[in-house]
């Protein structure tokens, strides 16, 4: 029991480090953050985002699924004809477009954080298996990998949803299943180049096993490379479910998607142009935070991924 | 880099957006008096569908112009793609609305509904079962190929006959359902054939309507698919160039015999071009309606009335049509398998609320299974009508209840949550119906399938839960209605071919087979009477509404009027400077 508990510490003892090194450099790393506003918007914008989706019974004025039809189409209040019951008005089967909106907010970024997520542990995973251990096993899963990079995205994803049906399940697996890619390519990438560096070399001599130096030796310095990929990868997740959902291949009505919510609107822009604007403008606020923070997050933890 | 490239598109497309919308106009109040117009400019058209002198007249006044002008190319913006140019190989409205331009009948019908003599010069009933028509003489293909019986005949045996269709692969025709008691057709002489049917068909002439002539020599020639490619008929105008999924490109047919004697002016079309051009976006279409890049365009959706209206430059077009709209219930599956549950989802449903939002106020809530408009439509039956309270007692004694206070209603520790299915154009009216259901706690989603051909079998084989759908009725008859819809499904015949609820009665099958061959009108009266009954009662659907058909043309197209059967003639329709 207690050899386990060690043995655990050994393996968590760089991260444990880098983790301290971390909370000693928080001060700087706030202080980087500070001398780029641009990321400090990320950064503030997508923290408002989390706070509005995790908050979304409390704060939403509505029920973002039941609508009173005899209150369609309402515009929002700064409109003639708003009304402040529904600040951002309503669409055509009269529900508040305030709170679909933040509701379509929970999708956006579970969908954004689970596809990520899931995507870099599976990525991460066999990137370390191919790129320290190399041979058959690296070969066989590289070239899948490059199958799947042929490839475009959304094509991709938009065959696997018309395959697998609509849902929230399938959305993630249809994201997932090609997403792990880029992580599996960073992480071969990156491990090639550290497994012949020094102090691998040094954990080697000592006795260490190899599962032991992947994990507590490499992974430790490239972990902050994925974290950056990963944020980056979060806006285009997020894309991706939006057009899936503008398609009607992702989340299925009455759940509010702010993908779905311009579809919807979209026949009525002439006419009512706040339907499927207002979803249209939270897809690009919160993508653009994502990825301002993403790249200042990037500029701060790591200037070689510059150039990707 | 590529995320940075793709926001920058979508920040600018957005911005573009953004301020494209911030020059619209805000609705005025201007507006809302224009809905008024639109209500008196509507009753003006019920009118027209039901007197057509009357409609005339109103266009004559409308604009002092005497005569047809001659040329011109029309464009009309249809909302949904073709299926084909073949007229034995499709089972849809939209196809049939391009296709009767180029192909003519034997008989046809006028935009409120009659029968008129088209390609025949005389039709008589032999005896109860046998059909002659004595064709017209001097009727000359595009291809210059005269009509005669040979050609007839041919176009029927492909439709009755089992793998009649070769293209793509052998089929048989989708549109034998429409004609099924007929069983061959005899050639008499030149331009005389006898229909042989095998049961007495009191809706003969209004499902022949439905049925094309194509040229038998020419056809034998080219064969199906080349037939496809380049498709020969003898009506108004004739083929030039087109894909189905874009557009169609037809020019006049100066040897044109003219049509339908009943219907003046007789003789080749006015326009020189007319163009179908597919536009299934609604916005796209109102947009290329204003600018007149279209002169008439199909599905005018509810809430661009009041922008049509306003502009001088359209007119806006409406009438009753054929299809009927409900939320089919699939009878053998819980929830629904109990009756009291069905008709509970009746009282819960405020269709009239969804008809005045959703559709405009254009369109009738309908009591029953049929539209109030067909010739054997029960007027006594009266529709179930909206009551919540109601509704939620019946589910009660159903069991459902909400006896765990989570805001759904359950029964033995299951939700009532089911699924709605609908087509894309359906979609917001599904979206309404399962939004009433979910006030009185009850779990409705809804599913929209972009490709129906995958969700059909899966309804007729009674895999799906529910269905907001709508089926129509042109030839005004139930036959080709009734039959499809509640009637059990018999495989192999048309018989269930949209039965999307499952429901079977032997009684209700009984009085639609005998509906289908009694020549008295009394009877079939009495007898389809007795089958909505049945249905009413059973309630495998929630009865919706009959939407109205909303099209808008340029103010120059002129002779021109909305189909009850959604079809487009363009034969008689010319273009003022």
Same mark, same amino acid.
């Given at each position: 029991?207690?050899?386990?508990?060690?043995?655990?510490?050994?393996?968590?003892?760089?991260?444990?480090?880098?983790?301290?090194?971390?909370?000693?450099?928080?001060?700087?790393?706030?202080?980087?953050?500070?001398?780029?506003?641009?990321?400090?918007?990320?950064?503030?914008?997508?923290?408002?985002?989390?706070?509005?989706?995790?908050?979304?019974?409390?704060?939403?004025?509505?029920?973002?699924?039941?609508?009173?039809?005899?209150?369609?189409?309402?515009?929002?209040?700064?409109?003639?004809?708003?009304?402040?019951?529904?600040?951002?008005?309503?669409?055509?089967?009269?529900?508040?477009?305030?709170?679909?909106?933040?509701?379509?907010?929970?999708?956006?970024?579970? #969908?954004?954080?689970?596809?990520?997520?899931?995507?870099?542990?599976?990525?991460?995973?066999?990137?370390?298996?191919?790129?320290?251990?190399?041979?058959?096993?690296?070969?066989?899963?590289?070239?899948?990998?490059?199958?799947?990079?042929?490839?475009?995205?959304?094509?991709?994803?938009?065959?696997?949803?018309?395959?697998?049906?609509?849902?929230?399940?399938?959305?993630?697996?249809?994201?997932?299943?090609?997403?792990?890619? #880029?992580?599996?390519?960073?992480?071969?990438?990156?491990?090639?180049?550290?497994?012949?560096?020094?102090?691998?070399?040094?954990?080697?001599? #000592?006795?260490?096993?190899?599962?032991?130096?992947? #994990?507590?030796?490499?992974?430790?310095?490239?972990?902050?490379?994925?974290?950056?990929?990963?944020?980056?990868?979060?806006?285009?997740?997020?894309?991706?479910?939006?057009?899936?959902?503008?398609?009607?291949?992702?989340?299925?009505?009455?759940?509010?998607?702010?993908?779905?919510?311009?579809a919807d609107g979209r026949d009525y822009l002439v006419t009512s142009w706040w339907i499927a604007t207002l979803p249209?403008?939270?897809?690009?606020?919160?993508?653009?935070?994502?990825?301002?923070?993403?790249?200042?997050?990037?500029?701060?933890?790591?200037?070689?991924?510059?150039?990707? | 880099?590529?995320?940075?490239?793709?926001?920058? +598109?979508?920040?600018?497309?957005?911005?573009?957006?953004?301020?494209?919308?911030?020059?619209?106009?805000? /609705?005025?109040?201007?507006?809302?008096?224009?809905?008024?117009?639109?209500?008196?400019?509507?009753?003006?058209?019920?009118?027209?569908?039901?007197?057509?002198?009357?409609? @005339?007249?109103?266009?004559?006044?409308?604009?002092?112009?005497?005569?047809?002008?001659?040329?011109?190319?029309?464009?009309?913006?249809?909302?949904?793609?073709?299926?084909?140019?073949?007229?034995?190989?499709?089972?849809?409205?939209?196809?049939?609305?391009?296709?009767?331009?180029?192909?003519? +009948?034997?008989?046809?019908?006028?935009?409120?509904?009659?029968?008129?003599?088209?390609?025949?010069?005389?039709?008589?009933?032999?005896?109860?079962?046998?059909?002659?028509?004595?064709?017209?003489?001097?009727?000359?293909?595009?291809?210059?190929?005269?009509?005669?019986?040979?050609?007839?005949?041919?176009?029927?045996?492909?439709?009755?006959?089992?793998?009649?269709?070769?293209?793509?692969?052998p089929h048989t025709s989708p549109r034998k359902g429409l004609i099924s008691p007929l069983e061959s057709v005899e050639?008499?002489?030149?331009?005389?054939?006898?229909?042989?049917?095998?049961?007495?068909?009191?809706?003969?002439?209004?499902?022949?309507?439905?049925?094309?002539?194509?040229?038998?020599?020419?056809?034998?020639?080219?064969?199906?698919? &080349?037939?496809?490619?380049?498709? @020969?008929?003898?009506?108004?105008?004739?083929?030039?160039?087109?894909?189905?999924?874009?557009?169609?490109?037809?020019?006049?047919?100066?040897?044109?015999?003219? &049509?339908?004697?009943?219907?003046?002016?007789?003789?080749?079309?006015?326009?020189?071009?007319?163009?179908?051009?597919?536009?299934?976006?609604?916005?796209?279409?109102?947009?290329?309606?204003?600018?007149?890049?279209?002169?008439? $365009?199909?599905?005018?959706?509810?809430?661009?009335?009041?922008?049509?209206?306003?502009?001088?430059?359209?007119?806006?077009?409406?009438?009753?049509?054929?299809?009927?709209?409900?939320?089919?219930?699939?009878?053998?599956?819980?929830?629904?398998?109990?009756?009291?549950?069905?008709?509970?989802?009746?009282?819960?449903?405020?269709?009239?609320?969804?008809?005045?939002?959703?559709?405009?106020?254009?369109?009738?809530?309908?009591?029953?299974?049929?539209? /109030?408009?067909?010739?054997?439509?029960?007027?006594?039956?009266?529709?179930?009508?909206?009551?919540?309270?109601?509704?939620?007692?019946?589910?009660?004694?159903?069991?459902?209840?909400?006896?765990?206070?989570?805001?759904?209603?359950?029964?033995?520790?299951?939700?009532?949550?089911?699924?709605?299915?609908?087509?894309?154009?359906?979609?917001?009216?599904?979206?309404?119906?399962?939004?009433?259901?979910?006030?009185?706690?009850?779990?409705?989603?809804?599913?929209?399938?972009?490709?129906?051909?995958?969700?059909?079998?899966?309804?007729?084989?009674?895999?799906?839960?529910?269905?907001?759908?709508?089926?129509?009725?042109?030839?005004?008859?139930?036959?080709?209605?009734?039959?499809?819809?509640?009637?059990?499904?018999?495989?192999?015949? &048309?018989?269930?071919?949209?039965?999307?609820?499952?429901?079977?009665?032997?009684?209700?099958?009984?009085? $639609?087979?005998?509906?289908?061959?009694?020549?008295?009108?009394?009877?079939?009266?009495?007898?389809?009477?007795?089958?909505? %009954?049945?249905?009413?009662?059973?309630?495998?659907?929630?009865?919706?509404?009959?939407?109205?058909?909303?099209?808008?043309?340029?103010?120059?197209? %002129?002779?021109?009027?909305?189909?009850?059967? &959604?079809?487009?003639?363009?034969?008689?329709?010319?273009?003022?400077?």
């Amino acid at each position: 029991m207690e050899a386990q508990t060690t043995a655990l510490n050994q393996i968590l003892y760089p991260f444990k480090l880098r983790f301290q090194l971390w909370g000693r450099n928080g001060l700087n790393f706030l202080r980087e953050l500070w001398g780029q506003p641009s990321a400090l918007l990320g950064a503030v914008l997508v923290a408002l985002f989390v706070l509005v989706a995790l908050f979304a019974p409390q704060i939403s004025p509505h029920d973002p699924t039941r609508g009173k039809l005899r209150k369609q189409l309402i515009p929002p209040v700064w409109e003639e004809g708003g009304s402040p019951e529904f600040l951002l008005g309503t669409d055509v089967q009269g529900r508040d477009l305030l709170s679909r909106i933040i509701y379509g907010a929970r999708i956006s970024l579970l #969908v954004g954080i689970l596809s990520v997520s899931i995507s870099a542990l599976i990525g991460t995973a066999l990137g370390a298996l191919s790129g320290y251990y190399r041979g058959t096993l690296d070969t066989l899963i590289s070239r899948f990998a490059d199958l799947l990079l042929a490839f475009p995205f959304l094509i991709f994803a938009i065959g696997m949803m018309a395959f697998l049906g609509p849902g929230f399940t399938n959305l993630l697996l249809a994201l997932t299943l090609k997403g792990w890619v #880029v992580f599996f390519r960073l992480a071969r990438g990156a491990i090639m180049a550290e497994r012949t560096t020094e102090y691998v070399e040094a954990a080697r001599v #000592v006795g260490q096993s190899n599962p032991v130096i992947i #994990v507590s030796e490499i992974l430790p310095n490239i972990f902050h490379s994925i974290l950056v990929l990963g944020t980056l990868r979060m806006g285009s997740m997020i894309i991706a479910e939006a057009s899936l959902s503008f398609l009607g291949l992702g989340i299925q009505p009455p759940t509010p998607a702010w993908g779905s919510m311009v579809a919807d609107g979209r026949d009525y822009l002439v006419t009512s142009w706040w339907i499927a604007t207002l979803p249209g403008m939270a897809i690009l606020i919160l993508v653009l935070s994502i990825n301002l923070f993403g790249e200042g997050l990037r500029d701060i933890l790591d200037p070689r991924l510059k150039i990707e | 880099m590529f995320g940075n490239r793709k926001l920058a +598109g979508l920040t600018i497309f957005l911005l573009i957006t953004a301020m494209i919308l911030a020059g619209c106009p805000a /609705p005025t109040p201007v507006v809302i008096e224009v809905e008024k117009e639109v209500i008196v400019e509507k009753t003006v058209i019920e009118t027209v569908v039901v007197e057509k002198e009357v409609a @005339v007249e109103v266009v004559v006044t409308a604009t002092p112009v005497v005569g047809p002008q001659k040329g011109g190319t029309l464009v009309i913006g249809l909302s949904a793609d073709i299926a084909t140019l073949d007229p034995a190989d499709y089972r849809e409205t939209t196809t049939e609305t391009v296709l009767r331009n180029m192909f003519d +009948g034997l008989v046809t019908r006028t935009s409120d509904g009659r029968v008129l003599l088209e390609l025949a010069e005389s039709a008589t009933l032999v005896d109860e079962t046998t059909w002659e028509f004595v064709l017209k003489k001097g009727v000359t293909f595009h291809n210059g190929e005269a009509l005669t019986a040979e050609d007839v005949k041919f176009t029927f045996d492909r439709i009755i006959s089992d793998n009649g269709i070769d293209y793509p692969e052998p089929h048989t025709s989708p549109r034998k359902g429409l004609i099924s008691p007929l069983e061959s057709v005899e050639i008499v002489d030149d331009y005389t054939v006898r229909l042989h049917l095998s049961a007495p068909f009191p809706v003969a002439m209004q499902m022949l309507v439905h049925q094309q002539i194509v040229p038998k020599d020419y056809f034998e020639e080219v064969g199906n698919e &080349g037939f496809v490619k380049a498709p @020969v008929g003898c009506g108004p105008f004739k083929f030039v160039e087109g894909s189905l999924s874009e557009q169609i490109v037809m020019e006049r047919f100066d040897d044109y015999y003219g &049509g339908a004697d009943e219907l003046p002016p007789v003789g080749p079309p006015p326009l020189d071009r007319v163009i179908f051009k597919i536009l299934p976006e609604a916005s796209t279409r109102v947009a290329a309606l204003r600018t007149g890049e279209v002169n008439i $365009i199909q599905k005018v959706p509810a809430h661009m009335i009041p922008l049509l209206a306003t502009d001088p430059n359209v007119r806006l077009v409406s009438g009753p049509s054929t299809r009927p709209a409900w939320m089919e219930m699939n009878v053998n599956k819980p929830p629904f398998d109990d009756l009291r549950v069905r008709l509970a989802m009746n009282y819960a449903v405020d269709a009239d609320t969804i008809l005045e939002t959703v559709l405009g106020g254009l369109g009738i809530v309908i009591p029953g299974s049929l539209s /109030p408009y067909n010739n054997f439509a029960d007027p006594t039956l009266e529709p179930y009508g909206y009551d919540a309270d109601k509704a939620l007692e019946m589910l009660a004694e159903a069991g459902w209840t909400d006896s765990d206070g989570d805001g759904f209603l359950d029964k033995e520790g299951e939700k009532f949550a089911f699924v709605v299915d609908v087509r894309p154009a359906n979609k917001d009216r599904a979206e309404a119906v399962a939004g009433q259901l979910q006030e009185l706690g009850i779990d409705a989603s809804v599913r929209v399938w972009g490709d129906y051909s995958v969700l059909k079998p899966l309804m007729l084989d009674g895999e799906r839960t529910a269905y907001v759908g709508d089926w129509g009725d042109s030839a005004f008859d139930p036959v080709g209605h009734f039959e499809a819809k509640w009637h059990s499904r018999v495989e192999g015949t &048309g018989n269930g071919r949209g039965n999307f609820s499952g429901y079977s009665n032997p009684r209700v099958d009984e009085l $639609i087979e005998a509906g289908e061959v009694e020549p008295d009108v009394e009877k079939r009266h009495e007898l389809y009477d007795e089958a909505q %009954q049945i249905v009413y009662e059973a309630v495998p659907a929630v009865f919706l509404f009959l939407p109205d058909i909303v099209e808008a043309c340029t103010v120059n197209t %002129q002779k021109w009027t909305v189909a009850a059967d &959604g079809r487009l003639n363009m034969h008689d329709v010319w273009l003022s400077p």
